[in-house]
């Protein structure tokens, strides 16, 4: 492109939100046909709220939870109650900055209860926290971290099955408040809205044949069901991504040859935005995450990422 031609495009760019970081950017831009954008944050607000508090066990119909059936040493410990698994929760998660903990904590203070702060505090990244609580030791997060502290964690599988399915982010709650072991006490869910606008740019791209693809450290199931609803193939979803494999994981997308714009807001995000074609920082973004991108979009409008890649077409088509 001519140096006339990137300097229209950058400041239509400008005009609309849209900022190029230097005029060969525009040209990138240009030639990406697939899309990857992150769940969190991105097609979503960003805004968990608490929406469930289960005892592990629990009938679906919200009957009466049952206690453990094998006595021992469960059998001095607290009885499960959702308040009492509510309360081990938001204790746990009180040292961590993680959204999905915050609104577990919040949720918890706006229900009344009197949220402990963590003893000793472990962020174990993209599983969840362990933290010492004053009921004891109390885990956090999906089912890997509590299967390695040897949970079984099946007894809680049809709960956490049912709220995956509804597209919310469901974490088992473990605790070890009388005997050695690590026991199951419940299930908390936290839920996201989807951004009114993202159902919009994923039709828009794809008119535009553009490949679309999700990236997220959520589970297969919520991550689905997001999918489902911003109009992304399950097969191009990709789940469970632990926050330093989203780089790889986007090497692997671009490993064809295909030319992939990644468009992220978080911290998590960075190395990715760093490795795609194009990275692309949205709205609120970190400033880890506009410094490893390409573009960034002043709005947190997922919509933009189509104007990004029009306005590259646009402008470099007229004046070549
Ligand atoms: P995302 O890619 O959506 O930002 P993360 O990589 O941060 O997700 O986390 C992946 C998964 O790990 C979450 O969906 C959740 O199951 C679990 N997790 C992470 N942090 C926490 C936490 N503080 N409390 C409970 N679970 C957590
Ligand atoms: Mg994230």
């Known amino acids: 492109a001519t140096p006339a031609a990137t300097m229209v495009g950058t400041t239509i760019g400008a005009r609309n939100g849209v900022l190029f970081k230097g005029g060969d950017v525009l040209e990138t831009v240009r030639d990406v046909d697939t899309v990857v954008f992150d769940k969190t944050g991105t097609l979503t607000e960003g805004e968990m709220e608490l929406t469930d508090v289960e005892v592990v066990g629990a009938a679906a119909d919200g009957g009466a939870p049952e206690t453990a059936a094998d006595g021992g040493a469960l059998r001095e410990a607290p009885e499960l109650t959702e308040e009492y698994v509510l309360e081990l929760a938001a204790s746990a998660e009180s040292g961590s900055e993680h959204p999905l903990a915050q609104a577990i904590v919040e949720g918890a203070r706006e229900r009344g209860i009197d949220v402990a702060d963590a003893e000793e505090f472990e962020n174990v990244p993209g599983h969840g926290v362990r933290a ?19 949970v079984d964690t099946a007894p809680a599988e049809e709960q956490m ?6 597209g919310k982010t469901a974490m088992l709650v473990g605790v070890r408040d009388t005997g050695d072991e690590f026991r199951l006490a419940g299930v908390v869910a936290d839920a996201d ?26 589970n297969e199931r919520t991550a689905r069901a997001v999918a489902e609803e911003v109009g992304i ?3 191009n979803v990709m789940a469970g ?3 330093d494999e989203k780089a790889e994981a986007l090497e692997d997308i671009q490993s064809d040859g295909t030319r992939a714009m990644m468009v992220g807001d978080g911290v998590n995000d960075a190395p990715a935005l760093a490795t795609a074609a194009v990275g ?11 410094e490893a991108a390409d573009v960034t979009l002043l709005r947190d409008d997922p919509a933009d990422v189509l104007k990004a890649i029009r306005i590259s077409a646009a402008t470099l088509q ?3």
């Not at 010492?132 to 040897?150: A, C, F, I, S, Y």
């Not at 099955?161 to 509804?166: A, K, M, V």
């Not at 692309?280 to 506009?290: H, N």
């Open 318 to 320: 007229k004046i070549k």
């Open 132 to 150: 010492t609580t004053p009921h004891g030791e109390v885990l956090v997060g999906n089912r890997k971290l509590l299967e390695d502290e040897g």
């Open 280 to 290: 692309c920082a949205i709205g609120s973004g970190t400033d880890v995450a506009i």
């Open 193 to 218: 809205t989807v951004k009114e606008s993202a159902v919009a740019a994923v039709s828009g791209l794809r008119e535009r044949g553009l490949d679309v693809w999700m990236i997220t450290g959520d």
């Open 161 to 166: 099955n049912r709220l995956e399915r509804e």
């Open 241 to 243: 991504v632990l926050p």
């Open 233 to 235: 193939d399950p097969e």
